[in-house]
């Protein structure tokens, strides 16, 4: 069973930093990237900035110079530093690997994580 687990989320002020981390459980071997997506109620889920073979692309203009998507060595873990954050920046976001290990072969099969609620207040 794969688990993507998911912390760092809160509330802040405007301006301020947080740092979502999610560690996961997938055969690394399977993994070409990861990546963080946010959602708000009643829009669709967005995706923020992706990692593969160590190269960051961010998918959101809103967020150039001021989120960075990181790695862990092993790949077991995939990181989203946030700074100078905004209210418009309030939303769950969402780890995700789009691979797995299934019947002994690498799929493409979605995985999420739990969910990880940012707050940001003016």
């Known amino acids: 069973q794969v688990h993507l687990v998911e912390s760092g989320g809160g509330l802040v002020q405007a301006g301020e930093s947080l740092k979502l981390s999610c560690t996961h459980s997938?055969?690394?071997?399977?993994?070409?990237?990861m990546a963080w997506y946010r959602q708000v109620p009643g829009k669709e889920r967005e995706l923020v900035d992706t990692i593969y073979s160590g190269e960051s692309t961010y998918f959101l203009d809103s967020i150039k110079g001021r989120f960075t998507i990181s790695e862990d060595n092993s790949k077991t873990a995939v990181y989203l530093q946030m700074n100078s954050l905004k209210p418009e920046d309030t939303a769950t976001y969402y780890c995700?690997?789009?691979?797995?290990?299934?019947?002994?072969?690498?799929?493409?099969?979605?995985?999420w994580g739990q969910g990880n609620q940012v707050a940001v207040s003016s």
């Open positions: 995700n690997v789009n691979e797995r290990l299934i019947n002994g072969r690498c799929r493409e099969v979605p995985s």
């Open positions: 997938i055969e690394t071997r399977c993994i070409s990237g």
